[in-house]
């Protein structure tokens, strides 16, 4: 018995004797199932042939996979008033991440902006003793590996602090959430948005798309809400899903030069 894990998006599944037939995440027209068809590998091979990359960006703990594996998102490790914050997931943990961690502190939550990066929570969740796993009740149909420690939160916010809030944006995914933290890392604030929002490689403007590797642009409705959702929120942060997209300084504007620039171009 083992928990599966899917090598191209890097999502762990439940207990089970051999792997599904196909991960639904990938098979989603979102993602995408690999060149070499659906393959599979686990927690332990993942430990033998990766390790996690532990750096520091603005001040935060970054950890990553070496050599990169599936989708190659980050987490960050925020630490909030709310408490410390894991940011994001990955499909691996090993306990030189863990000690790194627990030497600043711990972990009081694991915050995920969508079920690509859903990766293997729950491995995560148990390292700390149980902590708690927050998620948009919008996407729950997405969760493969169920646990008593996913708590999932409803509505279009959800306030862990007084400088802690989460937002469901929508629109890559329905419960897409993004974490504003009014007080960090810098003066002004940030925004850790997902694939909400998605740093551009000028990281000067960011997009909106649908589905990032099969090139399906966002609705232009969706990407309204998104810009109403964010109405009222100050930062000059913006932190993106991977090591070093980010736009560091001017973020807000530049989120709006960004809404204004692909509403125009996908406009009739």
Known sequence: MSFPVCATCGTQFAESAKPPTACPICEDERQYVGWSGQTWTTHEELGIKHKLHLDQEEGLLTIGLDPAFAINQRALLLPTDAGNILWECLSLVTPEAVAAIKARGGLDYIVISHPHFYASMVE?????????????????????????????????????????????????????TA?????????????????????????????????YPNYIPMRPVDVQYIQSRLQGYAFVDLFGFSAKRNIIGGAREAVNRSFDRYLKAVSV
């Open 124 to 176: 995560w969740s148990e390292a700390f003793g149980g902590v708690p796993i927050l998620l948009h009740e919008a996407d729950k149909a997405w969760v493969l590996r169920p646990s008593p420690q996913i708590r999932f939160w409803s509505g279009d916010e959800h306030r862990l602090s007084d400088t802690v809030t989460l937002i469901r944006c929508g629109g890559h995914f329905d419960g897409s």
């Open 179 to 211: 974490l504003h933290w009014k007080r960090g890392p810098h003066e002004g604030g940030a925004l850790f948005p997902g694939d909400a929002l998605q740093v551009a490689m000028d990281r000067r403007h960011v997009t909106f798309m649908y589905s």
